[in-house]
């Protein structure tokens, strides 16, 4: 058995090679995908890559590099100046001249300012170089607009629970990790690095590496308890799995807290759940669906902020967004509450279910085109605007759905001035009605 004695880190050395290899991003890479198109077909543009740290941005560059034939330069924007990128362009003109491509990675490039990035754009132009940019931060923000211009941006994500998980039983499988060396895992352990990384393979495989370090060697391999990844996370990890009946229960415990505004069970539930590693954009998505499901037009505020906090999460991830979605919790648990959105839907699916094959109302058809229009399409349509009040007892529902009602407005919060304008709208129509 080996001494576990390596001169590059895991993640280096288990970089993939090919398209084959690399695990993610399958939105880009899947076979006829438009990046996956590009790279088929030699028609690799300059471009940016624009997503989180640990997700294959430098490894997806390489991988085009090799599979285009084209030469690779990596190149820092934290250590390199304008002088530097001359050299390179120097370098990669003389190589164009003698019928070679060359593909320039420059990762953080938002960390380059104008000038040094301005010093891109002839080469760009030229054909001297591909470009190939890799930025955590927002491009439309971080890149000039002249070369951003230049570039196909490509938004990477983070790497789910499953592809880490992919990526830390290949690290034990293939001969550059640990093969040779028999490590034991029990199958939590590998969710647990996973839920610890937050989608940054990088970090999986480094807590990886550091865990068959520390782990137990036997005669017949290297043990890795739970207690060990505790110590290498310094993180006490729940009872979770993200792909089992914990993952739903959690989830419902959380919806059905704030549902009964019990605002501290709501928090609990949070913390559980994002704790135990779950991704803060499940959560951040869920939060937006409560806040039109059991809050709705009793408080239009409430889907704002959890879109808001959404957003929030997305920019800044964990730990640093968990105080957003507390605050978003925290705010659909105290709102007043009305689910006749949700029950105005269902009805109105039900009944759409049902009457498919009946037709628009003529007067309420577009008539784009002369035959339209011989045919009545929009005949006896009342534009609500050409009338004082602003509204008409125009029929717009079907004729056998004519006098159904699917939104009933409860008295809670601002749905109740909304049920009094539905009153209000339903008695004019009424008394105009022909």
């Keep these: 058995m080996n001494n576990i004695q390596f001169k590059d880190p895991l993640a280096s050395r288990l970089r993939p090679r090919t398209l084959e290899e690399y695990v993610g991003q399958q939105h880009l890479i899947a076979k006829d995908k438009i990046l996956w198109q590009l790279i088929e077909h030699d028609e690799v543009p300059s471009m940016i890559f624009w997503g989180p740290p640990g997700v294959g941005k430098t490894t997806l560059a390489r991988i085009i590099a090799n599979k285009t034939k084209s030469e690779f330069i990596d190149f820092s924007a934290v250590t390199s100046g304008i002088k530097d990128i001359k050299n390179v362009m120097k370098q990669a003109e003389d190589l164009h001249a003698l019928g070679v491509r060359t593909i320039v990675f420059v990762d953080e490039i938002h960390r380059f300012n104008k000038a040094q990035q301005d010093a891109f754009l002839p080469y760009v132009e030229k054909g001297s170089i591909i470009l190939i940019g890799a930025t955590t931060e927002n491009p439309s923000f971080e890149i000039n607009s002249a070369l951003l211009s230049r570039c196909k941006v490509f938004v990477l994500q983070a790497l789910t629970v499953e592809d880490i998980v992919t990526l830390l039983h290949h690290a034990l499988d293939d001969e550059r990790g640990f093969k040779e060396d028999h490590v034991i895992m029990e199958e939590d352990s590998f969710y647990m690095i996973a839920a610890f990384s937050n989608g940054d393979a990088r970090m999986a495989l480094n807590t990886l590496e550091m865990a068959v370090l520390n782990g137990e060697k036997k005669e017949d391999g290297i043990y890795i308890s739970k207690a060990v990844i505790e110590q290498c996370t310094s993180k006490k990890f729940l009872l979770y799995d993200k792909k089992g009946e914990e993952h739903y229960n959690l989830i419902s415990a959380l919806h059905k807290s704030m549902r009964n505004s019990d605002v501290d069970a709501a928090i609990y539930w949070l913390a559980r759940m994002l704790e135990a590693g779950e991704d803060p954009l499940y959560i951040a998505r869920r939060l937006v669906r409560f806040a039109s499901e059991d809050i709705g037009m009793a408080d239009s505020r409430a889907l704002e902020i959890a879109v808001a906090g959404y957003q929030a999460c997305h920019f800044i991830g964990m730990p640093e967004c968990s105080v957003h979605l507390t605050h978003v919790v925290t705010y659909l648990s105290l709102s007043v509450k009305s689910n006749a959105l949700y029950v105005a839907y269902e009805q109105a699916k039900k009944d759409a279910l049902e009457t498919m094959a009946d037709p628009v109302p003529l007067h309420i058809r577009n008539a784009p085109t002369k035959l339209m229009k011989e045919l009545d399409y929009g005949k006896g349509y009342q534009y609500a605007h050409d009338y004082e009040e602003k509204i008409t007892a ?28 539905l009153k209000q709208i339903l008695a004019w129509k009424k008394d105009h009605k022909k």
């Design 394 to 421: 125009m029929t717009c529902l079907p004729d056998r759905l004519e006098h159904q009602r699917y939104y009933h407005p409860t008295n809670q919060g601002a749905e109740a001035k909304v049920s009094l304008r």
